[in-house]
């Protein structure tokens, strides 16, 4: 879960990146714009994935991986 709310924050900061510097949202040129749902559910999904990331920021336990 931890690797896919990332790779969901991930995409979301690209977006984000490319909408500052080209004014180019990828994610509504893929999906058919930002009010197609497709576009609202990916946007969604990582504004979730966003708030699940929050939880990582806390996370005490040791990884090996």
């Known amino acids: 879960m931890d690797k896919f709310a990332l790779i969901l924050v991930i995409i979301g900061a690209i ?6 510097l080209f ?9 058919g714009g930002q009010l197609a749902i497709f576009s609202r559910l990916v946007y969604g999904l990582v ?8 939880t990582l920021l806390f996370d005490e ?3 090996i991986d």
Do not use: K, P, Q
């Not at 004014?23 to 999906?31: M, T, Y």
């Not at 504004?47 to 929050?54: D, H, K």
């Open 15 to 20: 977006n984000w990146g490319l909408i500052a």
């Open 23 to 31: 004014s180019f949202d990828l994610v509504a040129a893929i999906f």
């Open 47 to 54: 504004g979730l994935a966003g708030l699940y990331c929050i």
């Open 61 to 63: 336990r040791e990884r």
